[in-house]
């Protein structure tokens, strides 16, 4: 069964840092794109960041462009959400999630940036709070 397990989260005063995992359990995450999606109260779910498989390509949402950074642990099927200078505004559940494809092919993924729907095996999310 493919399942991602993610870890983490947590409460944090604001300008703090945290780091989320989301681990890969039945499968690899070497023929998948990976993303991170959050859930704030009263919001949509939208996406924050993704990973092709090899790690070359990320994509971030502005609002944490040069805050967070997505990197893959290919040997432990295992990615990794740094987030620094946290603000309430990123209060969330954060969920990963992935999308398959072949090594180039999440290259294309990652650059066209897919809709929500196209991503599948999601986490059980994991709660980020940002407050003093």
């Known amino acids: 069964q493919l399942q991602l397990v993610e870890s983490g989260g947590g409460l944090v005063q604001p300008g703090g840092s945290l780091r989320l995992s989301c681990a890969a359990s039945g499968f690899t995450l070497d023929y998948y794109a990976i993303g991170w999606f959050r859930q704030a109260p009263g919001k949509g779910r939208e996406g924050v960041s993704c990973i092709s498989s090899s790690g070359g390509y990320t994509a971030y949402r502005d609002s944490v462009k040069g805050r967070f950074t997505m990197i893959i642990d290919s040997a432990k099927d295992t990615v990794y959400l740094h987030m620094n200078k946290l603000t309430p505004e990123n209060t969330a559940v954060y969920y990963c999630?992935?999308?398959?494809?072949?090594?180039?092919?999440?290259?294309?993924?990652?650059?066209?940036?897919?809709?929500?729907?196209?991503?599948?095996?999601w986490g059980q999310g994991n709660q980020v709070t940002v407050s003093t």
């Open positions: 999630a992935v999308v398959p494809g072949s090594t180039s092919e999440t290259d294309d993924i990652v650059a066209n940036s897919p809709p929500q729907r196209k991503y599948e095996s």
